[in-house]
């Protein structure tokens, strides 16, 4: 299969080297300078499990996928969720007609902005539960397991996503086809909506907030409001079973320490957040339908704002 | 006239020394130990405009006063919010039938607790626009002038109100009688309830927050909540001339990179903040009247959570 790799982080890069592997014609694409020179130049460096092996695949700029560019048979994207849209004009190209398209982007929305480029029926959405790190530019730790949980947004395309799910499995990618992948889209971004934001806002890693009498109150407003717009397109998330998983993550036994990703993104790297469509996409989708929603607004404009006064790019 | 301060902080010695000077029997409480031992053996040591003077005064701690004293003919309450309840506890033995009470302090609410120890005819609410800053324990300096605004909130309390306004006249503090004090308050209340809460979570000073393109959303959504709330209570807040009021301290050239008091408390002081007075208020108030306030509960569970996470104190 010609499979390209519309944004070739650290999670891009593992799909792209187990595919690569499988035996796939795999082309990576992504626009960081230093890591597609590094690619470019050495190959991509991985650490697999404590093994360390090296894997020449092409890589390109977004910029350079000239116009006359033959179709892919999948483009898998895995670009930052604000980068969506200017990755899929760029590689309007590789875009044929029969060219399915798997998105795993974490957050909501990404449907529609696939929609404007990709037919339905070659839309398939899906989450991931496998992890990847960087290590340096063209230097990737792929360390653990995961699955990969798709489905097909239009009936027309069950075959494309059962295809593709094959085409994981035969790459160790663990692919299952989802009866309800909505649901699980919507979950991922609820977990997402509760710690993200706030321990951004607090500085706080997950076992500090989970300490406070707060926690509970501000995770369960947050959670509802996810449930109420969910409900609103036709997904009913359970906020009880959610809540339980978040609240067993304050464990500083477990990954309590840690800082959500979102923390890692705007206070460490100092780097723009996908608020917008995590706790931002349900304020906007709950103006929408008339739906309140102000913990997510007033989240999503607290977020904003520290983004413009620590000059996050 | 008999006075007492009770909190004798920046604010409450600045009254002290001024109305000492006017030739009333002034005794001060406070329960800040160092400054209290420095007063108890140097005097207040106080530079007014630039002239540095030591005013001999009495100073007890609260747990000092006798049950046998004799009641004072009025009590200025200058603690914070949340000290305001030990306070008027302790100094029960002051309270008389005819001793006045006179709250200065920031944020709403402050007449329920003080009515629970003093009959509502000798209660009477103000704000002031004086300032007064510390130095050191005994050491404070009181630059610029400011006013008093004071209004009884009994009718029979008219009287006692006019009487502080003339002796707050004779010792220079500019006592104002209002017509409609209950307003200024909550106009006070309302103007700290912008910028305090959201600089401090933000950690960001005036004019960093005015930059952003989140700021008037923010601060909207907030003076709405404080004017729904208050018109419960009959007082009509003019919500456009609030945001001018506040859209006017952005200027970096005026107040603009200060931090607002409630910041300097929690983030450079690691004290605990009035935010259950302020903003915490409304949402309380704002539940029991059936009257939505989510953007004033999140930043009080926000503000909460903060100060959990720095064992503010």
Redesign the interface.
Known sequence: MRIVIAGAGAMGSRFGVMLHHAGNDVVLIDKWREHVEAIKKNGLSANINGQRSTTRMPIFYPDEIASNSTPADLIIVFTKAMQLEDMLQSIKPLLGSETMVLCLLNGLGHEDTLARYVPKKNIVLGITMWTAGLEGPGKVKLFGTGEVELQNIDAEGEKHAKKIVAELRNAGLNGVYSSNVKYSVWRKACVNGTLNS?CT????NIS??G?????I??LK?IISEFAAVAAKEHVILDQKEILQHVVETFDPNGIGLHYPSMHQDLIKNNRLTEIDYINGAVARKGAAYGV?T??CA??T??I???E??LKAK
């Open positions: 706030t806002i607090l500085n706080a500090e907030l300490a406070t009498t707060e926690a109150p501000i407003a309140p102000p913990y007033l989240l404009e607290l904003h704002a520290k413009q006064i």
